[in-house]
C-alpha cells in the first residue's frame, strides 16, 4: 500500500521532472508555476507542498544537471591517474572540452545554472552549495598534479579562474556574440587556451 509520504514523493518528482522539461524546452523564462501544476495534476498551491518555493525548484533541476555534468566529465577523464605533467595536461584538455561539449548538448539547463538568482534576501542552501563545488576536483586534481609545491588555497584560486577562463570561451562562443570565437573552432581554441595555461604553470621560474 502506498503510504502518503511515497505520494508526495513521486509527485515531487513528478514536478521537478516536468520543470527541467520546461526549462530544457524554453529556458528559465519557461518555468510557469500554473503550467507546472496543471502538467502534474494539482492545484496552484499544492506546488509549495512539494517544494520550498520556486527557487529550490530551480536548484533541483540544476542540481539534476550538475549530477548529468559530473558523470559526463567522469566519463572525459578516464580511470587512470596521470602520471606525469603531460598526462595531468591532457586530463584538464579533456575536462574542458567535455565541458563545452555538455554546454552544447544541454544549453538551456547548462544556461539555468549560472542565469538563476535567488530571491533578495535568501541565500543559496547548503547542499545545492555542495552539489556545484564537488564537481571543482575535476580540476583540482590534476592540477595539484601540475604544481605540487602550491598550497591547497592557491590551487582552489587557480582552480577557479582556469575554470572562469574556459567558461567565459564557452558561455561567449555558443550564445554567438560579435566577439565569440566561432563554434566551428570552440574545441580547438579551448585546448590552445588549457594547455597554454599548464605550460606556463610547469615553466621554469
Known amino acids: 500500500m502506498t503510504t502518503t509520504a511515497e505520494r508526495r514523493e513521486r509527485q515531487r518528482t513528478q514536478l521537478i521532472d516536468a520543470a527541467e522539461k520546461a526549462i530544457a524546452e524554453k529556458g528559465l523564462a519557461g518555468l510557469k508555476a500554473r503550467e507546472l501544476a496543471q502538467e502534474i495534476g494539482c492545484a496552484l498551491g499544492a506546488i509549495y507542498n512539494l517544494v ?17 555534468l559530473d558523470a559526463a566529465l567522469n ?16 586530463r584538464l584538455v579533456a575536462v574542458a572540452l567535455a565541458y563545452c561539449a555538455f554546454a552544447r548538448d544541454n ?13 533578495e534576501g535568501a541565500t543559496v542552501p547548503d547542499w545545492a552549495v555542495s552539489d556545484q563545488m564537488t564537481l571543482f576536483r575535476h580540476i583540482l586534481e590534476p592540477l595539484g598534479l601540475l604544481v605540487p609545491e602550491r598550497g591547497e588555497a592557491e590551487l582552489v584560486l587557480m582552480g577557479r579562474t582556469l575554470f572562469s577562463a574556459v567558461h567565459g570561451v564557452v558561455a561567449i562562443g555558443l550564445e554567438e556574440k560579435l566577439i565569440a570565437v566561432p563554434r566551428r573552432d570552440l574545441d580547438r581554441q579551448i585546448e590552445g587556451l588549457v594547455r597554454l595555461v599548464c605550460r606556463g604553470l610547469t615553466a621554469p621560474a
Not at 520550498?52 to 548529468?68: H, I, N
Not at 544549453?107 to 530571491?119: I, N, P, S, Y
Open 52 to 68: 520550498a518555493d520556486m527557487d529550490e525548484l530551480v536548484l533541483r533541476v540544476g542540481s539534476r544537471t550538475l549530477a548529468r
Open 107 to 119: 544549453l538551456q539547463l547548462w544556461r539555468v545554472l549560472f542565469e538563476h538568482r535567488m530571491a
Open 75 to 90: 566519463a572525459a577523464e578516464g580511470e587512470d591517474t596521470p602520471a606525469s605533467a603531460d598526462a595531468a595536461a591532457d
